[in-house]
């Protein structure tokens, strides 16, 4: 339905580079008519997500890493100064210490946990504290997550407790932001060759497994989880809230 999200204004952020979810997700919502707000981590991501600002339009293209003090803040000020207001956000960014996260969770550092935990889950809740009064109107919040949140996937590792958190709060947001007119939604996707992903060893092997177990036979891809994030901050998705959507194929009803 081209120009469903006519006249909507919605910030992406984990924008990394053309393969990424975050811009499967701004894709799809630009060609349904969004105004689009993009971030780019550092000065080395800047150099791959520039040109896919340009393809979009975004008017905002701004740094943005969650792990340094008043970014975040800057990031929504912005927002507010040129739109006053916002209609949606997609939060797109997960980071774990590769010694924490390529080794067992048992033995996972303090300072690893806490970090992967802060990066990956409470970011959410920041964004979305200061997204709440730019929805004054209403609004939609989705965030992605992965099946090894609820069950345990071979060298996901500490990742696993970390989306369980997430998920989680998924549900709290979308109950306390829910009087507000705020949808909250978690998108799980199946495994896909990003580059958040390739730090997980054996990565090659788990989507091969994918492939051949997923019920459709085949792995998914970013359009297609751009096509559901397009349609949870679409009006008509707004009755969608606190809920984990699977995009993989089937793959989740397997066990």
């Known amino acids: 339905m081209t120009g469903e999200l006519q006249g909507l204004r919605g910030l992406v952020v984990g924008v990394a580079n053309e393969h990424s979810i975050a811009w499967g997700c701004a894709r799809a919502c630009h060609e349904a008519g969004a105004e689009l707000a993009l971030t780019w981590l550092n000065d080395k991501a800047r150099l791959f997500v520039e040109p896919l600002a340009e393809q979009v339009g975004a008017p905002l293209r701004l740094p943005l890493d969650v792990e340094q003090p008043g970014q975040l803040e800057a990031v929504f000020d912005a927002i507010g100064r040129r739109w006053g207001g916002l209609d949606f956000l997609v939060h797109s960014i997960a980071f774990a210490p590769r010694a924490d996260l390529q080794g067992r969770v048992v033995d996972s550092s303090a300072a690893g946990f806490a970090r992967a935990m802060d ?8 964004m979305a504290r200061l997204a709440e009064p730019l929805m ?18 071979d060298n996901y590792g500490l990742m696993g407790p970390v989306k369980a958190a997430l998920e989680s709060s998924v549900r709290y947001l979308a109950a306390e932001l829910g009087p507000l007119g705020i949808s909250v939604n978690a998108v799980s996707p199946g495994p896909m060759a990003t580059r958040a992903a390739s730090g997980l060893p054996g990565f090659d092997e788990l989507m091969a497994r994918s492939r051949e177990r997923a019920p459709l036979r085949r792995l998914v891809d970013i359009a297609e989880v751009g096509a559901l994030c397009r349609h949870l901050v679409s009006p008509l998705g707004r009755a969608l809230t606190g809920n984990v959507l699977y995009v993989d194929g089937g793959l989740h009803i397997l066990g």
Request: proline fraction near 0%; charged fraction near 15%.
């Open 119 to 126: 990066v990956s889950c409470h970011s959410l809740l920041r």
């Open 136 to 153: 004054s109107d209403g609004g939609s919040i989705v965030t992605m997550s992965y099946l090894g949140a609820e069950e345990v996937v």
